[in-house]
């Protein structure tokens, strides 16, 4: 687990250095999150950790019903700490994320590894693996403000390996049941600087991840990293971005249609 806690707080800190050069016009930028500025996204780390300590991130505060980017009880939630501090400056929201940091690592260093938890995905897992889950959420944060305040980096820091654990498993779903790819057809994501990743179909028409392709793969889906996580994590349209595609190019097309595998 120390791996995996190290990842998000390595994450975390560099958030509030980068923070720390904010102006006010910076804190206010849109994000490729919709309806969240920079600060909405810093506030939503702060809330989610605060909410992880056992508190309330926003006492007393009452949600408005119409907010258009806001679906489901998950996002009224999760968007119930963002709006409590939309008011705030984010100078306090910035001070917010270094004192609750040193809180969660306080008591991430008494937290049992195999702990039981629920995971974004609705499903029970060890501690060990949720945090797998903060490591990439973080990350992926720490890059959306990275994009909207034009200040690159990080970008290959361990949250970013915490990231491909999570988004790589939801490939198979992409290839074969959004993208319809056919039994005995594969799907090949070349990423830059970060290697490749296999999706086969197999006769029963379920995807599954491979070490490499059985034959020639079907689809060759060229990107960078960069690239790889925006679509992945829901951040861009494949129209938004250059994407190699070579061998069948309606499969390559549907499955970057698909290829948005966060809630």
């Known amino acids: 687990m120390k791996k995996h806690v190290d990842a998000f707080e390595q994450t975390v800190r560099s958030t509030i250095a980068l923070a720390e050069t904010f102006t006010e016009a910076d804190w206010a930028l849109a994000t490729e999150c919709p309806g969240w500025s920079v600060k909405d996204v ?16 926003a006492p007393g505060h009452i949600l408005p019903d119409e907010l258009p980017h806001v679906r489901g009880d998950m996002g009224r939630m999760l968007e119930l700490g963002v ?4 008011a705030v ?3 306090e ?21 195999d702990e039981q938890t629920m995971a974004p995905t609705g499903r029970m897992v060890p501690y060990a693996m949720f945090m797998v889950f903060r490591a990439f959420d973080c990350w992926t944060h720490e890059q959306d403000v990275r994009r909207a305040v034009g200040r690159p980096g990080n970008l290959h820091a361990p949250g970013a390996e915490c990231a491909r654990m999570i988004l790589r498993q ?8 959004r993208a319809g790819a056919a039994p005995g ?12 990743e296999y999706v086969q179909v197999g006769v029963d028409g379920r995807g599954r991840l491979a070490d490499g392709p059985e034959g020639p793969p ?11 996580v925006r679509l992945a994590a829901g951040r861009c349209a494949a129209a938004d971005v250059e994407v190699g595609v070579e061998g069948d190019a309606e499969l390559g097309t549907r499955v970057l249609a698909g290829l948005a595998v966060t809630p």
């Open 93 to 113: 929201v910035l001070a917010e994320l270094r004192d609750v940091l040193e809180r969660r690592l306080a008591a991430l260093a008494t937290t049992d590894p």
């Open 42 to 57: 810093v506030s939503h780390i702060v809330s989610v950790e605060i909410l992880l300590l056992g508190e309330d991130p």
């Open 218 to 228: 079907t689809t060759t889906l060229s990107m960078d990293w960069e690239t790889f």
């Open 170 to 177: 939801g490939l198979p779903m992409v290839v074969a049941k």
């Open 83 to 86: 709006d409590a501090r939309r």
């Open 89 to 91: 400056p984010g100078a």
């Open 185 to 196: 057809q594969s799907v090949e994501f070349r990423i830059v600087r970060s290697g490749a």
